[in-house]
């Protein structure tokens, strides 16, 4: 009974273990995004910005662009493009 005792409590601990190693991956995984997003975004939001908001409001076909919507669009960008390139590793 013991040596069953030993292997459900060994299949726990790899269990959880195997748990701790996906989580820390994907930690690592969503630091690496968020850093490599930041980079890219630190480079918007300059004077020139409005001819982009200008652009965008025609391509749309809508006036209600705002720098909100504005700034939030550049952030799906970004991080669209560094989950991209982590795919890509």
Do not use: T
Request: aromatic share 10%.
């Amino acid at each position: 009974m013991n040596n069953l005792y030993s292997c459900v409590a060994n299949s726990h601990e790899q269990a959880y273990c195997e748990m701790m190693n996906d989580i820390e991956a994907q930690d690592a995984k969503e630091e690496w995004i968020e850093k490599r997003a930041d980079e890219p975004i630190k480079n918007f939001g300059n004077d020139n910005d409005w001819q982009i908001i200008e652009l965008l409001k025609i391509k749309l076909e809508s006036k209600s662009i705002d720098a909100d919507i504005y700034n939030q669009f550049i952030v799906d960008i970004c991080y669209s493009q560094a989950k991209a390139e982590y795919q890509k590793q």
